[in-house]
Nanobody
C-alpha cells in the first residue's frame, strides 16, 4: 500500500510563494499519475496540477503561469511551486497518486491535506 506524505503548507501574504512536497512511500509500486488537488469548504475538490500517466503535466487555468509542478528522478516525490499567490488560492491542498501494485492492481490514494492560506 502506498502512503502520501505532504509538507510545506502555511500562511503567506498575497504575492508570496510557497512550495508543497508530496512523498509516495511503500513497497513495490509504480506511479502512473500524481499531482495536486485543492478544496475549500462547500466546494468540490478541483485539480490544480498533475502529471498524467503519459508523463505530461496539466494545470488548472487559474494557476497557469503561477504554479509549477515538478518531480524527482525516481518519480515518487512531486512538488508544487506556487508563486504570485492570491487570496483565492486559499484551500486545503491534497496530493493524489494513481499507482499499480506489484500484483498488477491499480489503486488511487490521497494525502492528508496541507492548508495553504493567502492573506490579502
Amino acid at each position: 500500500q502506498v502512503q502520501l506524505v505532504e509538507s510545506g503548507g502555511g500562511l503567506v501574504q498575497a504575492g508570496g510563494s510557497l512550495r508543497l512536497s508530496c512523498l509516495a512511500s511503500g513497497s513495490s509500486f509504480s506511479i502512473n499519475a500524481m499531482g495536486w488537488y485543492r478544496q475549500v469548504p462547500g466546494k468540490e475538490r478541483e485539480l490544480v496540477a498533475a502529471f498524467t500517466s503519459g508523463g505530461s503535466s496539466n494545470y488548472a487555468e487559474s494557476v497557469k503561469g503561477r504554479f509549477t509542478i515538478s518531480r524527482d528522478n525516481a518519480g515518487n516525490t512531486v512538488y508544487l511551486q506556487m508563486n504570485s499567490l492570491k487570496p483565492e488560492d486559499t484551500a486545503v491542498y491534497y496530493c493524489y497518486a494513481d499507482y499499480t501494485s506489484a500484483g498488477g492492481t491499480d489503486f488511487a490514494t490521497w494525502g492528508q491535506g496541507a492548508q495553504v492560506t493567502v492573506s490579502s
